[in-house]
C-alpha cells in the first residue's frame, strides 16, 4: 500500500522508546499510529535518525501537541503509484469513495458484536489487512466479511480476531 524507507518502523521519541509505527510516507512527512487511536503526522525533517527504527527528534509530549491528528481523518497522499490517493494533498474520503466504491482501503473494521478492531491498510483479492490498536495487525479472509458500510464488519466476535494477529513485522501480502 505505501513505499519508501520509513514503512512499517516502529518510531521512537527522544523520551519514549515507543511512539506507534509508520503507515503512510508522503514527500515531506510520515503518518504514525499510535496506541488507541493515536495518529501523528510528522515532518520528515523531524527525523534524527533512521535504522530498524524511526527516531524523532522531539521529545513525546512535543510530537502530541504539535502533530497529533484524528486517527480517522483522511490520510495525505502516499508515495506509491498504486496508493489511490495520488492527487497533491489531503483528498476527502467521499471523493475518494466515489471514485474507487469497491475498495476497503482505510474504511474502520468492526466485528459483529460491535467492537472496533482497527482499520484496513491494504487489501488483496482474498484478505483485508488490518491495523489495530496497541500495533496489532490481522490478514483477515475476505469470505469472513458480512457486511461493508461505512465500516467493514467482520462475522465473527472481537476474541475471534486474535486467530488472524500476525507480527507487523511481516512482508504485506502480494495482490
Keep these: 500500500m505505501a513505499s519508501g524507507k520509513y514503512f512499517n518502523k516502529g518510531v521512537k521519541a527522544l523520551d ?3 511512539v506507534g509505527h ?19 503526522d510528522i515532518p520528515k525533517s523531524k527525523i534524527k535518525f533512521v535504522s530498524g527504527n524511526v527516531l524523532i527528534d522531539l521529545p513525546v509530549y512535543e510530537i502530541v501537541k504539535k502533530y497529533k491528528v484524528e486517527r480517522n481523518e483522511p490520510l495525505p497522499a502516499g508515495k506509491e503509484v498504486k496508493d ?12 475518494y469513495e466515489r471514485e474507487y466504491p469497491k475498495s476497503l482501503f482505510n474504511k474502520g473494521v468492526r466485528t459483529q458484536d460491535e467492537e472496533h478492531v482497527g482499520h484496513v491498510m491494504k487489501e488483496t483479492d482474498d484478505k483485508i489487512v ?17 457486511a461493508v458500510g461505512r465500516n467493514v464488519i ?11 494477529k500476525v507480527d ?4 504485506l501480502p502480494e495482490d
Aim: without cysteine.
Design 16 to 18: 519514549s522508546p515507543h
Design 154 to 164: 467482520l462475522g465473527m466476535d472481537y476474541k475471534d480476531v486474535f486467530k488472524y
Design 22 to 40: 509508520v503507515v503512510r510516507e508522503t514527500d515531506d512527512k510520515i503518518v504514525v499510529f499510535g496506541g488507541g487511536d493515536d495518529r501523528y
Design 84 to 95: 489511490p490517493w495520488t492527487r497533491t494533498g489531503n483528498v476527502d474520503l467521499a471523493t
Design 130 to 146: 488490518v491495523w489495530g490498536h496497541y500495533d496489532w495487525r490481522f490478514d483477515v479472509p475476505k469470505s469472513k466479511i458480512i
Design 168 to 171: 507487523r513485522n511481516e512482508p
